[in-house]
Structure formats: C-alpha cells, structure tokens
C-alpha cells in the first residue's frame, strides 16, 4: 500500500482516497512575475512525479495548479517594467511552461489563474462573514480573525501566543489583532479593482488558492502540496479560510494528506530570489541537458534538502550517460513494466514508501548494471520503469552524442570515424590511434564493436 508523509501529523499515514480509484491534488503553483529558478523546477518536478506515481498505481487522477496572476510583486515589476500587468504575467506564463516543460513536466489538468476566481474568492468570504469569521476593517480591508478558529496553526505547528508578527503578516492598526490576514485588500491607486460588497478591491494572498481548489475539486480533497516554505502562514491561512467556510473545522477536513517538498540549497542556504542567490531553469539549461536536471532532482527524496552545484550536475550527467548505454544498440520498443519481475517489484515498494525516488533510482542502476553483464532482456524494462519517473524516453544515441556547443559537429566526428575506419584497413594502426586520441582530447569517446564503430561524448 502507498504510504505518504502527511506533513499536518507529521508521519507516514497508508494512502486511503476519499473516493475509491480516484485522486484529486492540488499544488500551489508559480507568482508569474519573474522567471523560474532551479527552486520551483525541483517543486514542479517533485509533484509530477507524485502524480506519475498514482496513476501507474492505477488511479485516476485530477491535478490542479495554479498561477498567481495578481499580487504585490506582479504590480510592482509590471509598474518597474513600464507594462501592463497582463503583458507580464503572459510573458512569464509562456516562460514558464517552456522552462518547466523542458524538464519533462506534464501539464496539469487544470491550470486556474487567480484573476479567473474572483467572483469565487467574494463568496467564499461571504460565506466566511456569515460564519463570524470576517470582518471589514476601518481600512476598507476585510480581515480573518485567526483567534476566532480553533485550531490555527495546526499545519505548521506553530501557537498563536507564541506567533510573532513575520514575513507577510504586517501589524495594522485597523486589525483586531496584528496576525489577522488580510482576505480582501480595498482599493488603491494605479492597481488592478474588481467590485465586491466591501466596496472595489482585489483578493488577498491565500483566498485564491481556498477558491480554486474547492472550486474545482470540492470542499474536500486528497492531496495537498507545495514548497515547505508555504507551511505557514499560506497553507494554515487555507485551512483557516476553506475549514471556516465549509463548516468543516467542527469535525471535517479541507485536506487529507498535506506534502511539502524540501528546499533546494545553494552554500546551505535557501535558493531564493530574496537572498539572489537563485539560478534560473533556463540559464542552467544552456549548459545542462534538461533531463540531466530531471534526474539531479528526482534522486533526491522529495522532502529532502537538495543542494545545487555544477559537480552535483556533472555527475548527474554521468549517471543519465551510464543508464543511456545500457540501452543502445539494443531494440527496447514501447512497454509497461513487468511487475511481478524482481526489480520492479523492489522499485515499487520505494516509490509505495512516500515517493522515494532515491531507493528506485537504485533499482534502475541495478537494471543497467544487469544489462552490462548481457542481460539484454531486461533493456525494455529499464525503459518502462524509469518511464515512470520521466526518464530515458529518449532514443539513446541522440542523448548519448548530444553536445552543449562546444567540440566537434556530429559530420566532423563522422569523418574522422571514417579516416580511422581507412588508415585501419591499411593496417596504418598508429594513425588509427592518433584519430582516436584526437578525439579524446575534445570529450569524444569511441567504441568498436562486430557491427562497426559507435561514438559518444564524454
């Protein structure tokens, strides 16, 4: 049985859907004002696997995404920027689904924006004034009294008396109490305003994702995910907000499985915009294979700290080039995975195991290192099983003899195969080796073999 860490009991719980056969996710996705870095890649990548999971475990799976298309920094970089909000936001949209898709990353089934909601997030704090659980502050905002919810803080495990005023949670003095949050914020000039009751205003922070998920997959869901860093205050904040509107907080639940997946770290420090310490996906892809990144996040545990460097890539890359040449020269074809077979029986007990992706990776070097000692049989195998992490999909030579720019062209490398092949046949062996030292010396490696010569790069 599929065991998951739920973040909110902080323990492995067995993975029971609400609905038998069927799994409804959620997953806070990006703020569109900027591109993504190596952060929100190892978040999006963590959760496609989730999700790949289930459904070769046989679900049926409903995933929802969303974009924060309206927030303070939107405003401020469209302002900075001298543009239109929605001119930013499509930009970064677009960047987005190139840089994440690039990363093996399928789309969700839904894909709400915030600004789509609107009406949505009204009537849920309408529903939330009704319950004694919203008021409009002298400001014009409307404000959750966190007090007046039993339980907040349940999620990040922090007490409200022992809660200090932090990152996005700013005293006001119109608040009934400093850690109040904000659920409709009035209106101001030269920002973006939707009519409501209180007056023209647009959404706070954690409403939209409140909105969006119970609109789409109903007061009560499956699974909830996100960074580790949204713990608190967004994710308590949802709770507060969908719990409080539904009623459920007498003795229901607006999630039943919270995941959070660890931060990716630079010099043991968080990879931050904040900090500007963060790489972006798409600079680090003008040096890196994308699935050489994939694979340097997914043998990571997805609740792990992963910490980024260019060695820790380099050597992700030699493990994708060892697992490729297991496959090539060998026709694999198109399969499903045999699992009674014992390899994949072990890499489906790692990924029952709260998705740990380390542990079948393992199996997948072991796979190769079976094919390595002639096993060939299990070539098609290989490639169903890492299939299911997004992995070796690809035809091995072309990964194999991909470059970054630098070196030889491919027609170059093939003419000097072909110089070799002569000076060979005229028994002219040291000018055989000269050719192959050449390329050598620019990371080209060849390998002969009965059906003739085969090259790669280093």
């Known amino acids: 049985m599929l065991r998951i860490y739920n973040s909110l009991v902080r323990d492995k719980q067995d993975f029971v859907p609400i609905r038998p056969g069927e799994v409804r996710m959620y997953v806070c996705g990006m703020t569109v004002y900027d591109l993504c870095h190596l952060g929100h890649g190892r978040m999006m990548v963590a959760f496609d696997v ?157 409403i939209e994702c409140s909105a969006m998920s119970c609109s789409l997959l109903g007061d009560r869901f499956d699974i909830h995910g996100g960074g580790q860093d949204l713990q608190f205050p967004h994710h308590d904040n949802e709770i507060a907000q969908s719990e409080g509107a539904s009623g459920a907080e007498a003795g229901g639940k607006f999630v039943n499985y919270w995941m959070h997946n660890g931060f990716l770290r630079v010099d043991d420090s968080k990879m931050s915009k904040s900090l500007g310490n963060f790489f972006t996906i798409r600079e680090i892809l003008k040096v890196f294979d994308p699935e050489v990144v994939r694979l340097f996040i997914v043998r990571s545990h997805y609740r792990s700290a992963l910490n980024y460097s260019d060695a820790h890539l380099d050597d992700a890359k030699a493990a994708l080039t060892r697992l490729y040449t297991a496959l090539k020269n060998v026709s694999s074809g198109d399969s499903k995975p045999d699992w009674s077979e014992a390899h994949a029986q072990r890499f489906k007990a790692a990924l029952d195991d709260d998705f740990n992706t380390p542990e079948a990776m393992a199996e997948l070097f072991n796979l190769a290192n079976e094919i390595g000692r002639g096993n060939n049989h299990l070539v098609p195998q290989l490639k169903a099983l890492a299939g299911v992490l997004g992995l070796l999909q690809r035809d091995p030579q072309a990964f194999l003899q991909a470059g970054t720019g630098s070196g030889p062209t491919d027609q170059e490398i093939a003419e000097m195969i072909k110089a070799r092949l002569v000076a060979r046949q005229k028994k002219n062996y040291a000018e055989a080796d000269r050719i192959r030292k050449e390329l050598e010396a620019v990371g080209v490696l060849l390998e002969d073999s009965p059906q003739g010569t085969t090259w790669r790069r280093a």
């Open 50 to 206: 989730v999700r790949r999971w289930l459904r070769a475990s046989g679900y049926r799976v409903t995933y929802v995404r969303n974009i924060t298309d309206i927030d303070d920094k939107i405003i401020k970089r469209a302002a900075e920027n001298g543009e239109t909000i929605g001119a930013l936001t499509e930009r970064y949209i677009r960047a987005m689904d190139e840089d994440v898709g690039a990363l093996g990353v399928e789309k969700p089934d839904h894909e709400p924006r915030a600004t789509q909601y609107v009406p949505q997030m009204i009537a849920m704090i309408q529903k939330l004034q009704a319950n004694g659980l919203a008021y409009q502050a002298a400001d014009g905002d409307v404000n959750y009294p966190v007090r007046k919810f039993q339980g907040y803080g349940k999620l990040s495990g922090k007490s409200l008396d022992d809660l200090r005023v932090g990152e996005r949670v700013e005293p006001a003095a119109a608040k009934h109490d400093p850690l109040d949050f904000v659920l409709w914020k009035h209106s101001k000039p030269g920002e973006p305003t939707w009519p409501s009751p209180w007056g023209a205003g647009r959404p706070g922070w954690a």
